[in-house]
């Protein structure tokens, strides 16, 4: 059966990576039109999103849909997969990227009209687009290599454009931090590659397999080292924070929504397909245990809200990486279904943080208040996310949650333990959160305190905040409380994502024509 | 909070190539020439783009291809640029930088997707026999269109380059009094 080709919806594979290529092509060219960039945009990505939907509601229906590039079948040429958990993300993912791009698109029209547009802006947001979804849906450990570094180059673009010096000083430690993973990426596909001669997903599944167990075991490792970097888990965190912050508010809300799951996805993929196990990962259930203190205890630290938030974004990847390391079907559903809320949740809160400092001209808690009686709606929109993030029922925080507890406690001791960690990091997550409710809604209200870095592309301190914006925040709103409105769906979905990770089969038969025990 | 105007130079105008690299009568700063390079220039700079096609073509089968053509056509445009500065560029390159990056792009992507409209896969490609006048029957592939694209995104990739780091640090520099 190993007529990939012959599969019905095989064309619509490539549609998600091609299709930002050719809007960023046609926006590059079109750069003296701020219009034409602002529709093409748009339309790409809700062609990509319902590109995504498709591709979810297929792979759900008849298993994992396979595009060999070039016509070229798996394991000589590249193949393109979309099952049920990349296809999940990759929906997930370009709603977030479109809910932010009106979110941009508003602000700009905003603070400088119509008629302007960035050269560089439209162009790099869809090359960034056309990465992650690429680092999705390709089942090729060097085509993966290729989407983080389109991926992460159009991010450093995005992070150090029009901003002041000491901004861009921050987003270089962002550029040097990747280029060194990047870096390690390569070594660690050199090395697969000389182990074992290919670096199709689906081939080095079997041929992993039979190398010696040290060796594969530095192999894992090493890929793990690299995707942690990507994804931020404790101890290689450290850049997340002081990098995200420093980029302008859309941006970071991009950057925080998908960047570091695409990370955690790869991870998933190379350690469930290459790597297998049995019994839960103590070294990755340390690193969880590690990677959700550290974020919630660092948050609380934290006076910057953008700051704090990223410290929060650290500490919840450290829930994914518990899922993980259970390494069983119901946990690894879990860590989908978290990762899902998380893209969106993280997002949605960058994007308030945004509209919080336009409003107050700060990112300081201390230095503002009041905002319930000045501006109740974003206090709302504030309220929902927040509330879902820390996982108060019934939101998609509670539920994600709740899925993963309940496969750690029935995984043995030590997970149970670690699901106590998760129990304590949700309660600092509602502390952390509760406490930038107490400083930025309640209180007397505060005057604006001017723009302290008026030449930068963001303008804050103005009280003009246009409709969309706040439309475009809501809608990610709504987003996340589909999430927990059809999580029952959603759950059967990721449930069965995640019996397919830990089964192989059904990914390596679609691939490769046969099952892993070649 | 006032929306200012960003940037300094008109909106419509400031990514527009203003500076020429042709060699001349005129010249810039008199002092600065180098009369040997803009001799070897003359020479070099046609060959080097008839060989930057020539790996271009021959690249589905040897080596080459649009990568290697395309630097080796930006090199020339950087030597050209070595020696003639930043006067009177606009005589060889009237196309803005960002539109042959696109163009090269668009011309890449569109020959990955056409074979979708044929019903094959992604990214396919086909043998293309064609018979050209004095030259004969010429074999190659319709992947060479791909290469094209690259091929021209590579030579927008130089020239954008050279206009920010090149001619726009030397621009820079004037406008601060300075001098290399």
């Not at chain 1, 993300?89 to 029209?109: E, G, K, N, W």
């Not at chain 1, 050269?119 to 790099?124: A, I, L, N, R, V």
């Not at chain 1, 924070?241 to 996805?265: E, I």
């Not at chain 1, 246009?466 to 409380?481: K, W």
């Amino acid at each position: 059966m190993n007529n990939a080709a012959a599969d019905p919806y095989a064309w619509l594979l490539a549609l998600p990576v091609l299709l930002p290529l050719l809007g960023a092509a046609v926006t590059v060219i079109g750069s003296r039109s701020p219009t034409l960039q602002r529709v093409v945009g748009i339309v790409v990505l809700l062609a990509v999103s319902a590109i995504a939907g498709v591709l979810l509601v297929v792979s759900d229906g008849t298993g994992p849909i396979v595009a060999p590039l070039g016509g070229w079948a798996a394991p000589v040429g590249i193949a393109l997969v979309a099952d049920r958990l990349s296809s999940l993300l990759l929906l997930v993912s370009t709603l977030v990227t479109l809910a932010v791009l009106v979110y941009a698109i508003d602000q700009r029209i905003a603070d400088y009209g119509r008629g302007t547009a960035s050269t560089t802006f439209h162009p790099m947001y869809l090359m960034l687009s056309a990465g992650v979804s690429l680092a999705y849906l390709t089942g090729d450990l060097f085509t993966l290599f290729v989407a983080f570094e389109i991926m992460l180059t159009a991010s450093y673009v995005l992070i150090t454009r029009r901003t002041s010096a000491q901004k861009i000083r921050a987003g270089m430690t962002y550029v040097t931090v990747s280029l060194l993973s990047s870096l390690l990426f390569l070594t660690a596909i050199a090395l697969v590659y000389a182990a074992t001669g290919t670096v199709n997903l689906a081939d080095l599944a079997g041929r992993v397999a039979q190398l010696p167990p040290g060796l594969a075991t530095v192999l894992g490792l090493m890929l793990l080292l690299v995707f942690g970097i990507k994804a931020a888990m404790v101890p290689l965190h450290f850049w997340l924070p002081d990098s995200y912050p420093n980029a302008p508010g859309p941006v970071a809300a991009l950057f925080a929504g998908l960047l570091t799951k695409v990370g955690f996805y790869a991870m998933v993929r190379t350690q469930t397909l290459l790597f297998p196990r049995d019994d839960p990962w103590t070294l990755l259930l340390v690193i969880a245990t590690a990677t959700m203190l550290v974020g919630a205890l660092g948050a609380l630290a934290q006076n910057d809200i953008n700051r704090l938030l990223s410290f929060l974004l650290v500490s919840h990847i450290g829930f994914m990486l518990f899922g993980l390391a259970v390494f069983d079907a119901a946990a690894v559903s879990g860590a989908a279904l978290y990762a899902a809320h998380h893209i969106t949740v993280l997002a949605t809160l960058f994007l308030v943080s945004g509209l919080i400092t336009r409003r107050t001209g700060t990112v300081l808690l201390d230095r503002m208040g009041g905002l319930l009686r000045t501006a109740p709606w974003l206090a709302a929109l504030y309220a929902i996310p927040a509330l879902t993030l820390a996982g108060v029922p019934p939101t998609a925080g509670f539920v994600a949650k709740l899925a993963l507890l309940q496969a750690g406690a029935a995984a043995g001791p030590w997970p149970t333990v670690v699901a106590g960690v998760v129990i304590v990091a949700s309660l600092l997550t509602l502390y952390a959160l509760a406490r930038v409710w107490v400083r930025v809604f309640w209180g007397a209200p505060k005057a604006a305190l001017p723009d302290d870095d008026p030449d930068d592309e963001v303008l804050v301190g103005t009280s003009r905040t246009p409709m969309p914006m706040f439309a475009a925040t809501a809608g990610l709103v709504v987003v996340s409380l589909a999430i927990a409105a059809f999580a029952g769906p959603l759950t059967a979905v990721t449930g069965r994502a995640g019996v397919d990770l830990l089964d192989r089969d059904p990914y390596l038969v679609a691939v490769l024509g046969s099952g892993g025990d070649r | 909070m006032t929306a200012a105007e960003p940037e300094r130079v008109p909106f419509e105008e400031w990514d527009r190539p203003q500076e020429g690299w042709l060699l001349s009568g005129r010249c810039r700063d008199g002092d600065d020439r180098t009369l040997l390079l803009e001799v070897a220039t003359r020479t070099l700079f046609p060959t080097m783009l008839v060989f930057s096609l020539y790996l271009l073509l021959v690249g589905h089968y040897s080596p080459g291809g649009g990568f290697s053509g395309g630097l080796v056509a930006g090199l020339a445009f950087v030597l050209r640029y070595t020696a003639g500065g930043d006067v009177g560029l606009g005589a060889v390159v009237t196309v803005r930088p960002p539109v042959l990056i696109g163009s090269g792009l668009t011309i890449s992507v569109l020959t990955a997707l056409v074979p979708l409209a044929l019903g094959a896969p992604v990214l396919s490609s086909a043998k293309l026999e064609v018979v050209l006048p004095l030259v004969g029957s010429v074999s190659t592939q319709t992947s060479l269109l791909l290469d094209v694209g690259v091929y021209v995104l590579i030579v927008g990739v130089v020239l954008d380059l050279l206009r920010s780091l090149g001619s726009g640090i030397a621009r820079d520099m004037r406008d601060a009094g300075e001098r290399f």
